[in-house]
């Protein structure tokens, strides 16, 4: 580790640009919000969840153990049920199951 | 703050407790390898208090990285953060000061939960929901974060494969918001945009052109989009 001085600092540095960037839309647009900063704050919800969708699967290794095959099933599996019981908790403690038996005990690295 | 309102966001909650214990679990273990006492981990979990950031921070911390260069590497790994603020300008009004623990703890996971605005009875108050389901949240961090510094390699059970849970809850967000909305273009051109600077790009560095990509896109396909929403 570098010394407490230096590590306090890198802190604050990152804590203070990430609630800078969580901040900003605030304080540029929290009084009169422009139209279409508006339509734009409606709409990315589907599209941004989508993007940390693929962000999640990005290291998904198609040439190592699995072949992908964990991320694949497990991903269709929390689909389903989700689509069929819609219960949140039930869908993420099902799929991260089959995923941890998937890679764990079929696919071990 | 009502009784109801703090078991419906606690209930909200749930789905992000696992995955956030574990994953602050794996940030509290890697700074500790790196010499750094829980403190630090509840320190930076209080303070930064965003999964991804954490992570790279220990590296930044372990090669004592400059100021310009950690500033510079949290504004690119965060920057998908400003279109969370944008979708919750309508979402946090009325909230008086709890507004600003909001902002401030709009991680991935809590933004994901909010932006499906979910029911609540009349008698929850939305703006304490809001800030109890973020707090909750923050709360799971903090314990992992800890868990981790302490126990560091010594977890009495093989985790491998548990932090899919996040994926999971994206795909289950992803799936509510389909069936929520007929106007399926948004969650398309999402889905198609990242993928496609992910080949391009990368997976270190496909985020900031994802997020340029799909803000263009939804603009060029507004008037489908808006119209859309109003027929179906």
Known sequence: ?109 | MNKDTVKKAFGASLPIMAGYIVLGMGFGVLLRAKGYSFLWAILISLTVYSGTMQYVGVNLLASGASIISTALMTLMVNARHLFYGISMLERYRGMGWRKWYAFFGLTDETYSILCLDPELPPNVNRADFNFLLTLFNQCYWIIGGVLGAVLASAVPFNSTGLDFSMTALFVSVFVEQWEKNKNHIPAVLGALISFACLLIFGADNFLIPSMIGISIALFVFRKRIEGGAENG
Request: charged letters at 10%.
């Open chain 1, 1 to 109: 580790m570098v010394d407490v001085k230096q590590s306090l600092i890198i802190i604050a540095v990152m804590a203070l640009v990430t609630l800078a960037l969580r901040l900003l839309p605030y304080f540029l647009f929290s009084k009169n919000t422009p139209k279409a900063v508006l339509y734009l704050g409606n709409v990315l919800p589907y599209a941004i969840v989508a993007m940390l969708l693929v962000y999640c699967l990005k290291g998904t290794d198609f040439a190592g153990a699995g072949h992908g095959v964990p991320e694949i099933v497990s991903v269709t599996l929390v689909a389903i049920l989700h689509k069929w019981k819609h219960n949140t908790l039930l869908s993420i403690l099902a799929g991260t199951v089959c995923y941890m038996f998937l890679v764990q005990a079929v696919f071990p690295s």
